[in-house]
């Protein structure tokens, strides 16, 4: 078991961060204005491409400066902290940036699946009380069938909205990346029992229910970052996961942005080929995907990876079900590199069993030290009158301050 396992203290965490117990816990602010005076202010943040090949970079300090405006315009339109702001978005820059400016106002963001159907938004928005949405103009449509069911809704943001589009009194067009940005922004002081994103469980086994997480949730998707998906300082990370599902906040924007490191996102249908070409081309050093997805490279033979340069690669890992041996062995003979499992769910927003990492021979199926309690910062939404049960939780034992 590795020395980072047995030796794991939250102090790490803090003192990483350096946020006291009282001070600021604001998972906007952590994962773009600390980063920027940190000095990495022009650090790439995030490589986004679309299914055209086309892509748009942006730095740490552009993602400082795009939140604060998005948070400006929500705070005019008279968004408090607490309130509701779901997201229906694509993998679409504005999404990520969206995602940091409700966090910086105190507010609860709402990410949803985009290619969930009227009803699935309608039970999800109302459920919530959501106040806001914001969208892309080809979702529009949509929202507007389902905005006369949902009494709270106040406004709907267009942020890709064209002159020729003609908006109703509660829909408004903003880009908060080409408006004129607003270069300084009070980020709301976010305690550690303040909460922070609200996502929807799949719903396939009942009705879905919302899941609230906190913002003291940063130290432990911070640390899992930084120990099982072993994040560096000149890593090109890349999270497969969709920003609607807690992979897709947890480990594709919290995890990497809070350490400083670049993830690259890709806004398109999966590919073989494509995929490939995009970890050629971006470097790509770490990857967090899932059994899926593995299981589809898989399909498209074993020839197909070695027409790319992926010798970047040096770290895989796996989430969303169990990922069987083949995947793991598959991993290893193809790419040079076997695929580590993680588990946790929508309820623990960080992994909460995992291997060590790095790993050494034979502990893919050797948890981390085991401890009683949930990782923090996580409870059923209100509304279903429930916590979590009580479980053995893997590799981050319960914060020193007491709370689950």
């Given amino acids: 078991m590795s020395a980072r396992a047995t030796s794991f203290d939250w102090a790490a965490a803090r003192a990483d961060l350096a946020i006291p117990l009282d001070g600021q816990h604001n998972i906007g602010w952590h994962c773009a204005d600390r980063v920027c ?48 702001v779901a997201l229906i978005m694509d ?13 910086k106002l ?45 009494a709270s809704l106040r406004h709907t943001i267009i942020t890709d909205a064209v002159a020729t589009d003609a ?54 998707q911070y640390l899992t970052t930084k120990l099982v998906l072993d994040l560096r300082a000149d890593d090109v990370y890349w999270c497969t996961a969709d920003p609607g599902w807690v992979t897709g906040t947890s480990y594709g924007i919290i995890g990497p942005w809070s350490m400083g490191v670049t ?10 080929r494509a995929w490939y070409a995009f970890i050629a081309r971006h470097r790509v050093s770490v990857w967090y995907t899932a059994p899926t997805a593995i299981r589809s490279l898989m399909s498209a033979g074993d020839d197909l990876p070695h027409a790319f340069d992926l010798t970047c690669l040096r770290h895989l890992a796996s989430v969303g079900e169990p990922l069987n041996a083949e995947a793991v062995l598959w991993g290893q003979r193809v ?25 050494t021979p ?43």
């Fill in 37 to 84: 005076l940190l000095g990495k202010a022009q650090h790439p943040a995030l490589i986004w491409q679309d299914f055209h090949g086309d892509e748009r970079t942006f730095t740490f300090d552009q993602l400082r400066t795009g939140s604060n405006t998005m948070a400006a315009l929500l705070a005019r339109l008279g968004v408090q902290p607490g309130d509701r």
């Fill in 91 to 103: 993998r679409v820059p504005e999404c990520y940036v969206a995602f940091l400016a409700v966090l």
């Fill in 106 to 150: 105190g507010a609860i963001v709402q990410p949803l699946f985009s290619a969930f159907g009227d009803d699935a938004l309608r039970v999800r928005l109302d459920d919530a009380h959501t106040a806001v949405v914001i969208t892309q103009r080809k979702y529009l449509l949509k929202m507007r069938r389902v905005a006369s069911a949902v």
């Fill in 167 to 220: 908006l109703r009194s509660s829909e408004m067009a903003f880009a908060a990346l080409t408006a004129p940005q607003v270069d300084a922004f009070a980020a709301y002081a976010a305690t550690p029992a303040t909460p922070s994103v609200l996502h929807y469980t799949s719903g396939t086994t009942g009705a879905p229910k919302g899941v609230l997480h906190l913002h003291h949730s940063l130290l432990s």
């Fill in 263 to 272: 993830q690259c996102v890709l806004d398109c249908g999966f590919s073989a």
């Fill in 335 to 359: 790419l040079g590199l076997p695929f580590h499992d993680t588990y946790w769910q929508t309820e623990t927003p960080a992994q909460s069993w995992s291997p060590t990492c790095p790993p």
């Fill in 362 to 404: 034979l502990n893919q199926a050797r948890w981390a030290p085991r401890c009683r309690g949930w990782t923090p910062s996580s409870w059923i939404s209100q509304r279903t009158s429930r916590r979590p049960r009580q479980r053995r939780s893997g590799c981050l034992p319960s914060a020193p301050d007491g709370r689950p």
